[in-house]
């Protein structure tokens, strides 16, 4: 399991990360869809602009330093070493991995469509505060919040005595 786990951290890292990072745009053109027009395509969304200079709207793109995909490292790295503590539980670790990742995806949604949404109101003068500064806060606390209930869920106690990886006299290992 633990295996399974870094081999796909290692897909979403890789060969995963275009349909992960095109799921994110679409998640957040939908989402910013909620308040404005929005068409989505590929890695990215589009968003009508405020009334002015700025045209008909802008292009957000959720690129290969923006995307969620990073911060599932921490996650995922977390998950395969709890799954070979014996005192966890597997199906806590998957709970608390899923948690995690739904954590994750959730805000990352939040901050991809709010910057989309700032262009649309106060126009490219809000894209620096969206992107650089609120973005960066929101994906710093969205990593600390994942990681904090991923520790609470697997933490979650069960009556049942501990794994025990050791074989017994007689047995062999398969």
């Known amino acids: 399991m633990a295996l399974g786990l870094l081999a796909g951290l290692t897909a979403a890292l890789t060969v995963w990360n275009d349909t992960y990072r095109k799921g994110e745009a679409f998640a957040a053109g939908k989402a910013a869809g909620l308040f404005t027009s929005t068409i989505t395509l590929g890695d990215s969304y589009h968003v009508t602009a405020a009334p002015g200079p700025y045209g008909h709207g802008v292009w957000i793109v959720v690129t290969m330093e ?81 990681l904090g209930v991923q520790f609470k869920v697997m933490s979650l106690r069960n009556s049942a005595a501990p794994r025990s990886f050791e074989t017994k006299k007689g047995q062999e290992i398969a």
């Open 66 to 146: 923006c995307t969620t995909s990073i911060m599932l490292a921490p996650v995922a790295l977390i998950a395969a070493w709890a799954v070979l503590q014996p005192r966890i539980r597997p199906v806590m670790v998957l709970l608390g991995f899923s948690s995690g990742l739904a954590i994750l995806l959730a805000l990352g949604t939040v901050r991809l469509a709010g910057i989309g949404l700032a262009f649309h109101r106060w126009g490219e003068s809000s894209f620096w505060l969206t992107h650089n500064l609120v973005g960066s806060l929101i994906s710093l606390f969205s990593a600390v919040v994942a």
